[in-house]
C-alpha cells in the first residue's frame, strides 16, 4: 500500500536532520540563554542561505527580574565563503511593553511595535573567518533597566559595518526576540507530551522500523529520554506498544526494551486513538462509535508466541508430579486488547483537534460510555486558556495556544541556541497570561512531531516544569465556564465518509481470500491514519489520496489480463483463460464463461484457486455444434459468495471443428493407402520368392 506519513513522520525524519545540520552551522559556538530571529545579507541574489546571521539572547530565557543587571549574548556567523570584516553591533530595547500575544507575534515574525527604541549598548566584533562565528557579550547595567514595570519588552540588535569580500557595501543585519521583566514566578504549569509514530506502510511499525525508532538514536528513544524525571503527562499512541507486542519473539530486543522502560515511568499519561485518528473527525462524520482496527489478528505469527527456553519458568521441587497440559492447536495467542493497552493510562480523555462543536462534545462523552474530557486549544475557546474548563455540561481541558505553538518551536529545534528564541517566546506568553490570572494553573500541549532529540525535548520542558503538577492538580480546580468559538469545518468528515464508503466495496472484494481481515484490518488502521491529529490540511489530502489509490489499487490486483484470438480446432477441448493476481495472498474465484451464440456449449462457471504474485491459466471445457465460425466469449471473475471481480473481458474464439474431420479423414486414408502399399510389395516380394525358387528347382534337376 501507499504510505501515510505525516510531515513529522519517519518519511521526513532524514529531511529534517539534513536541515538541522544547516541550522547547527549557522549558530556554532553560541553560547547564552536565548536567540532571536535574523534578518542577513547573501552572498548572491539566488542563493536562499544567508551569508550572515546575527543572533540575539537576553537573560535566562529571555526573563529578568525588574531593577536587575543582564547580559546579552550576540553571535554573527558568517556562512559565506569569505572572511566578514570586524563590524559594530548594538542592543536596544523598546520601553513600550508588548500589551498581548498577537503583539508578541507580529513583533517576532515581521518586527513591528509601537514606541521608540532606546540604546542599552554597543560593542565592536572581531573579524570572522570563512563559515565560523564569533560571540560577544554585552552587560546591560541594573540602571538600564531600573525603570522597566513587569512586562513582555521587543528586543533587537543590529550588525552594522562588517562586510564580506563578495559584498560591494556593508549591510546591516538585525535580529529580534523579547526580554520578559517579570517579579514573580509563572503560575503551575503541566505540560502534555504526545508520542506517536507513523509507519512508512500505513499500518503497524514494521520490526526494522522498530529497530530504528528504538535504537541509541531513535526518535522514541529520544521521547523517552526527554520526559525522564519531569512531569510530561504522556499522549501516547496504542499503536506503538501494539507493533511492538503483535511481534511476539521476534520484536527487536531494543523496543520491547523501550517498552520496559515506558511502563516503569512514573508519569501520568493517557492514551490517544489508536493511530492518532482524529476524534473531531469521526463525531463530525456522524459515526455511532469510534473507529477502532477491526482486528489486530493478521498481524500475529502463532510461531512468535511459543514458550522460548531462557522464559521457562524453573520448575519447582513437588511430591506430586504435575500433569501434563492437553495439547492445543497453537500457543495462545494476545487479543487486541491486550495489545493495544497503555499501562497505568487515564481513561476518557480524548485530545482531538480543536474544531469542534458542542454537538460533537456531546458526542465524545457517548462514545466514551459517559463523561469525557476533552483537550481543546485555547484559540477554541476565545482565547481562554484556564485549563480547567466546562463547555456547557461537558469538561475541557484547555492548553494556551501561544505558548504550546512557541514550546513546540523550542522542543522541536536541535540547536540548543536557536533554541532559546523560541523558550523566550514561550516566556513571553506564559508572562502574559499569568498577569490576566496570576494564581490559575497552565496547560501547554506540544504539537505532534515524531523527529525531536532528547535534548531539545527535555530543555524545553524543565524549562518551565512544575514538578508534581499534571492532570489530577489541574483537574481538582474550580473549572471556569467557557464557550466554543471555532467553526467547525466538514472538509476532512466528508473525506472520512468516502474512505470508509470504499471499506465497504472492499470488504465485498475481500471475500475472495480465506481470511478477509488479511486486507481489511491494515485498510482500517490505513484510514485512521489518514485522520491522524498531527496532519497539516497538505498532509491530510496527501493521506486522503494515498488511501484511495491504494484502495483501486487493489480492486485492481485482480483481473483477466486481455487475451488473442483462440483458435479451436476440435469439437471438445479445454480452452485456458488467464487470471492474475497481484495481491500477497492466493485468492479464490470463480471463473464464469458465456457465449455470443449457442455454437459453443461452456462450462459456466469454473472455480479457481490463483497463487499471490502468479498469471494462472484456468482450464473451461468447451464442445462446439457447428464445424467453423466466431464465437465471443464473455469472461467474468466473482468471488465464491457472487461479488464481481474486476471488469468483463472478451475473447473472440475462432471454431474450426470441421477441421478435425477432415484431418481424421486424411489421415485414415493415408492410413489405408499405406496398409495397401504394404499388402502390394509384400505379395510382390513374395511372387518374386516363389519364381526365384522355382528357378533353382529347375536347374538342380538339368
Known amino acids: 500500500m501507499t504510505a501515510t506519513t505525516p510531515e513529522n513522520g519517519l518519511r521526513t525524519r532524514l529531511q529534517r536532520l539534513a536541515r538541522g545540520s544547516v541550522i547547527s552551522a549557522i549558530v556554532l559556538g553560541m553560547c547564552g540563554a536565548g536567540a532571536g530571529n535574523a534578518f ?31 547580559t546579552a549574548s550576540l553571535t554573527v556567523q558568517n556562512d559565506a565563503k569569505s572572511a566578514l570584516s570586524a563590524g559594530r553591533v548594538s542592543v536596544e530595547i523598546n520601553r513600550t511593553p508588548l500589551a498581548d500575544d498577537e503583539a508578541v507575534t507580529t513583533w517576532l515574525d515581521d518586527s513591528e511595535a509601537p514606541g521608540g527604541f532606546d540604546q542599552l549598548g554597543a560593542d565592536l566584533t572581531a573579524p570572522v573567518d570563512a563559515e565560523t562565528s564569533v560571540t560577544t557579550s554585552l552587560v546591560i547595567p541594573p540602571e538600564a533597566l531600573g525603570d522597566l514595570a513587569p512586562g ?43 508520542i506517536t509514530a507513523t509507519p512508512v506502510g500505513g499500518a503497524l511499525l514494521t520490526a526494522e522500523e522498530l529497530t530504528v525508532l528504538t535504537a541509541a538514536d531513535g526518535a522514541l528513544t529520544a521521547v523517552l529520554e526527554g520526559v525522564r524525571g519531569t512531569s510530561a503527562i504522556l499522549a501516547i499512541d496504542p499503536s506503538i506498544p501494539a507493533a511492538i507486542r503483535a511481534l511476539g519473539s521476534a520484536a527487536p530486543q531494543s523496543a520491547r ?23 473531531t473527525t469521526q463525531a463530525q462524520a456522524g459515526l455511532p462509535e469510534l473507529l477502532q482496527p477491526t482486528t489486530l489478528a493478521p498481524f500475529l505469527a502463532p510461531s512468535n508466541f511459543l514458550t522460548l527456553p531462557d522464559e521457562t519458568p524453573a520448575a519447582t521441587p513437588t511430591a506430586t508430579p504435575e500433569p501434563t497440559p492437553a495439547p492445543t492447536d497453537g500457543p495462545e495467542l494476545p487479543d487486541d486488547a ?77 540547536d540548543e ?29 506540544l504539537d505532534r512531531d515524531e523527529t525531536r532529540t532528547a535534548d531539545a525535548l527535555n530543555e524545553t520542558i524543565t524549562s518551565f516544569d512544575t514538578l508534581g503538577f499534571g492532570l489530577a492538580e489541574i483537574l481538582a480546580t474550580p473549572a471556569v465556564s467557557a464557550a466554543l468559538t471555532t467553526e467547525p469545518d466538514a472538509t476532512r468528515a466528508t473525506a472520512l465518509q468516502r474512505m470508509l464508503g470504499s471499506e465497504v466495496v472492499l470488504g465485498e472484494f475481500a471475500t475472495i481470500l480465506d481470511d478477509r481481515q488479511l486486507l481489511l484490518s491494515p485498510k482500517r488502521i490505513q484510514i485512521m491514519r489518514a485522520t491522524a491529529v498531527g496532519l497539516t490540511e497538505d498532509g491530510f489530502d496527501d493521506a486522503v489520496a494515498d488511501v484511495n489509490t491504494a484502495t483501486t489499487d487493489t480492486l485492481e490486483a485482480v483481473d483477466i489480463p486481455p487475451a488473442s ?37 461452456v462450462e459456466p462457471v469454473t472455480p479457481a484457486t490463483i497463487q499471490p504474485g502468479t498469471t494462472s491459466r484456468v482450464k473451461v471445457p468447451v464442445s462446439a455444434r457447428v464445424g467453423s465460425g466466431e464465437v465471443a466469449l464473455k469472461l467474468e471473475l466473482s468471488s465464491p ?14 471454431v474450426r471443428a470441421e477441421w478435425e474431420t477432415i484431418g481424421l479423414a486424411v489421415f485414415g486414408g493415408l492410413i489405408v493407402l499405406l496398409l495397401g502399399l504394404g499388402i502390394i510389395r509384400t505379395v510382390r516380394r513374395r511372387r518374386r520368392e516363389a519364381g526365384t525358387e522355382k528357378d533353382a528347382v529347375e536347374e538342380s534337376n538339368e
Open 40 to 70: 542577513a545579507a547573501s552572498d548572491s541574489e539566488t542563493d536562499d542561505t544567508p551569508a550572515v546571521e546575527l543572533l540575539l539572547s537576553a537573560g535566562v530565557r529571555g526573563t529578568v527580574s525588574p531593577g536587575s543587571a543582564t
Open 152 to 194: 513582555v519588552y521587543p528586543l533587537r540588535a543590529t550588525l552594522s559595518g562588517a562586510q564580506t569580500d563578495a559584498q560591494d557595501d556593508a549591510e546591516s543585519v538585525t535580529s529580534t526576540t523579547v526580554l520578559v521583566v517579570t517579579a514573580a514566578e509563572n503560575p503551575p504549569i503541566a505540560l502534555m507530551v504526545p
Open 257 to 279: 526494551e523501550w517498552l520496559r522502560q515506558l511502563d516503569a515511568l512514573p508519569n501520568e499519561r493517557f492514551a490517544l486513538q489508536f493511530g492518532d485518528a482524529d476524534v
Open 338 to 414: 491486550d495489545l493495544s493497552v497503555i499501562q497505568g493510562a487515564s481513561p476518557g480523555i480524548l485530545w482531538p483537534r480543536s474544531d469542534a462543536s458542542a454537538a460533537d462534545l456531546d458526542a465524545f462523552s457517548a462514545y466514551m460510555g459517559g463523561q469525557a474530557i476533552t483537550v481543546l486549544s485555547s484559540t477554541a475557546v476565545g482565547g481562554a486558556d484556564d485549563a480547567h474548563a466546562t463547555v456547557g455540561e461537558r469538561t475541557a481541558l484547555v492548553t494556551d495556544a501561544a505558548a504550546s505553538a512557541a514550546l513546540s518551536d523550542a522542543a522541536g529545534e536541535d
Open 417 to 445: 541556541v536557536a533554541r532559546q528564541r523560541s523558550l523566550a517566546e514561550a516566556s513571553a506568553h506564559l508572562a502574559l497570561s499569568a498577569q490576566t490570572n496570576p494564581t490559575a494553573p497552565l496547560l501547554v500541549g
Open 565 to 601: 484470438t483462440i483458435q479451436l480446432l476440435s469439437a471438445n477441448a479445454d480452452l485456458p483463460f488467464s487470471v492474475r493476481n497481484d495481491l500477497p495472498w492466493p485468492v479464490n474465484v470463480n471463473l464464469s464463461v458465456k457465449p455470443s451464440d449457442p455454437r459453443l456449449e
Open 641 to 654: 459468495t457472487g461479488v464481481p471481480i474486476s471488469t468483463p473481458e472478451t475473447v473472440r474464439v475462432s
